[in-house]
């Protein structure tokens, strides 16, 4: 059985001072261009009306918006509001996996996947050695069975308002030597064209510092098979 797979747009606000979400506003269409099975696989949510109407500009179609969303979510939208989505969607369904819109799509979720995003019952996010925030977000999945671990990590006391400061919070504190808790190869983070080598005929999201390297990730993965 297949899981919802949900991406969202939201102001950076950080403190009450907003600013428009520039960077992210370039990599939707471009993303959509070369993710084009994204336009009707991913459940996508907006963090107030400016966002939903940006969304729908792009063809999208807006599940929901939340700007019913606490103030203390709006107050640092950036990127509290990402953490709220998800938590919406673990109560909503169960289960989710979260898609930020600078990934690539190497190949499409198929039952082995599902099978690995639900391996040990705990969450997976891509691992970067020595990464600042411990984990990274850029494509994630959790289950019901971290729900009380998310309400709780809301109230944690964070450096700042980032969703992946506040999962490694209420994570296990031997969490880096622990497997369960990573992708592996199946999601990859491709910052430089150093890191192609990562990707694999096991993998399906390349978390990317440049869209346009889309093509390129695809012929590796496909001669990797």
């Known amino acids: ?14 403190g009450g001072v907003t600013h428009p979400p520039k960077v992210t506003l370039q990599e939707i269409p471009a993303s959509l261009h070369v993710n084009p099975s994204y336009r ?6 907006a963090g107030d009306r400016t966002s939903a109407e940006h969304l ?11 700007d019913d969303a606490p103030a203390a979510i709006h107050r640092d939208a950036a990127h509290k509001m990402k ?17 930020d819109w600078d990934t690539v799509l190497l190949r499409p979720p198929d039952h082995f996947f599902w ?7 705990t969450p997976k996010f891509v691992r970067i050695p020595g990464y600042w925030a411990t984990v990274n977000c850029g494509v994630y999945y959790a289950s019901h069975r971290w729900l009380g671990e998310m309400e709780r990590s ?3 006391e964070v450096s700042e308002p980032n969703d992946e400061l506040l999962w490694a919070s209420v994570l296990p504190s031997d969490v880096e030597d622990r497997d ?7 999601a990859v983070q491709i910052w430089t064209e150093a890191d192609f080598g990562s990707v694999t005929a096991r993998t399906y999201f390349a978390h990317v510092k440049h869209l346009d390297w889309a093509e390129r990730l695809r012929v590796i993965a496909k001669g990797s098979a």
């Not at 059985?1 to 950080?14: E, H, V």
């Not at 009707?40 to 949510?45: H, I």
């Not at 099978?115 to 019952?121: A, P, V, Y």
């Open 180 to 186: 369960e808790f990573w992708w592996g190869d199946r």
């Open 154 to 156: 809301f109230d944690a």
């Open 83 to 99: 953490h709220w989505m998800c938590l919406w969607a673990l109560r909503e369904f169960g289960e989710f996996l979260w898609v």
């Open 40 to 45: 009707e696989d991913l459940l996508v949510l």
């Open 56 to 66: 729908a500009s792009f063809g999208l179609r807006v599940h929901r918006v939340f």
């Open 115 to 121: 099978e690995d995003c639900r391996r040990g019952g």
């Open 1 to 14: 059985m297949s899981i919802p797979m949900i991406a969202g747009l939201y102001p950076y606000t950080r």
